[in-house]
Each structure stands twice: as structure tokens, then as C-alpha cells.
């Protein structure tokens, strides 16, 4: 049977999936060269502070894989696209999806189940939703890659964005967080707000 959202949330082989994905992104990083220089990409990951995460899973689960050109004087750093870390929102990216996804409202049970599970208030949710449709639709990246998803509907954003994804809910937000791995890192970072 297809795991409820509350579910998913605490189901720490979901997030230790989501880990291995990130663990793959940044080994193919570092097998390549400093994109500066063409030197070799040393470690510099560092740890962030992210709210929610379920009891149960390793201090890997809060460390930013993150790479640092070996070279003196480039030193440039390269943060790869995460699955995780959805750029510098404090909780997990997994969270702000599927919270902001849900479609039954957020009544005062559920949110009460909510704060108890990651501790996520109401006020956090409303402003997670209002930047779905604000600074995300308005991004240079939502711009550019809205076409791929043509029936995602601006005013119903993330919800109508993840069912444009196959498959059952957790193989789409699996393909939503890679889909937004460019606002993860780089240039194309988005504020938290
Ligand atoms: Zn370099």
C-alpha cells in the first residue's frame, strides 16, 4: 500500500535513499576538475543545521557535500545539486515539498501532527506555500524549465508539479527534488524567505 505523506516523512530509509543519491552526485563532482582551474577538487563539506530531521538517522543526514579546488590562489568552491538540501531552507527539501503539497488542508489535527513530527509551524507552512508561488514561479530556473511540466498550474504549486511526475508519491518527489536541483546550488540558488 502507498505510504502516507506523514509516513514518508519519518521513514528514515527514505531519507538514507535520498542520502546515497546526494553521495552520488558529489563523487561524480569530485572525479572531475576545478571548472576555475582544471585542478583537483578536494573535500569541504560542511554541516548544516536542518530542522526536522527524524531520531534515528546519522550526523551524515545534516552534512552538505561540498567540494574546494586544491589549487593556492583558486581555492574555488563547488557545491553539487542536492536532493536534500533544498538550497537554504531549514528543513529537508522532502519536507517543504510534501508539506506544502498537501491537498486537505491544514486543519488544526493535522497541524498539530505536523509540529509534533518535524516541528513545523503553521505560519512556516503558509510561508513554504507563498513562496512556491512567488519566488519560485518568478525564478529564472521555473522560467526556463516550466515547459517540462505543462501541467503544473502556477496557482497549485508544488501539489500539481509533483503529480506531473510517474509513479507512486515517493518516486515523484524523488523526481521533483532532482528536477529542482539547479536552485539547490550555484547561481541559481533560491532565498529561503
Ligand atoms: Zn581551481
Same mark, same amino acid.
Given at each position: 500500500m502507498e505510504q502516507t505523506i506523514e509516513e514518508i516523512l519519518r521513514d528514515t530509509r527514505f531519507y538514507e535513499l535520498l542520502l546515497g543519491f546526494d553521495r552520488q552526485i558529489?563523487?561524480?563532482?569530485?572525479?572531475?576538475?576545478?571548472?576555475?582551474?582544471?585542478?583537483?577538487?578536494?573535500?569541504?563539506?560542511?554541516?548544516?543545521?536542518?530542522?526536522?530531521?527524524?531520531?534515528?538517522?546519522?550526523?551524515e543526514h545534516t552534512r552538505r557535500f561540498s567540494l574546494c579546488c586544491a589549487k593556492d590562489g583558486c581555492r574555488t568552491r563547488e557545491t553539487p545539486s542536492s536532493l536534500r538540501f533544498l538550497g537554504r531552507k531549514v528543513y529537508l527539501g522532502a519536507m517543504v515539498v510534501l508539506i506544502s503539497a498537501m491537498q486537505s488542508g491544514l486543519n488544526p489535527a493535522r497541524m498539530k501532527r505536523l509540529k509534533a513530527l518535524v516541528g513545523v509551524s503553521r505560519r512556516t507552512v503558509l510561508r513554504w506555500r507563498d513562496w512556491w508561488t512567488s $519566488?519560485?514561479?518568478? !525564478?529564472?530556473?521555473?522560467?526556463?524549465?516550466?515547459? %517540462? $511540466?505543462?501541467?503544473? !498550474?502556477?496557482?497549485?504549486?508544488?501539489?500539481?508539479? %509533483?503529480?506531473?511526475?510517474?509513479?507512486?508519491?515517493k518516486r515523484q518527489l524523488i523526481s521533483l527534488l532532482r528536477f529542482l536541483g539547479p536552485i539547490t546550488t550555484g547561481r541559481g540558488i533560491l532565498q529561503a524567505i
Open positions: 558529489a563523487d561524480a563532482a569530485h572525479a572531475g576538475p576545478c571548472r576555475e582551474c582544471g585542478c583537483k577538487l578536494h573535500w569541504g563539506s560542511f554541516d548544516r543545521k536542518p530542522r526536522g530531521v527524524p531520531a534515528g538517522l546519522g550526523r $519566488a519560485f514561479t518568478e !525564478s529564472p530556473f521555473w522560467r526556463a524549465h516550466r515547459a %517540462l $511540466a505543462p501541467a503544473a !498550474s502556477t496557482a497549485d504549486l508544488p501539489a500539481s508539479l %509533483l503529480r506531473s511526475f510517474d509513479g507512486a508519491i
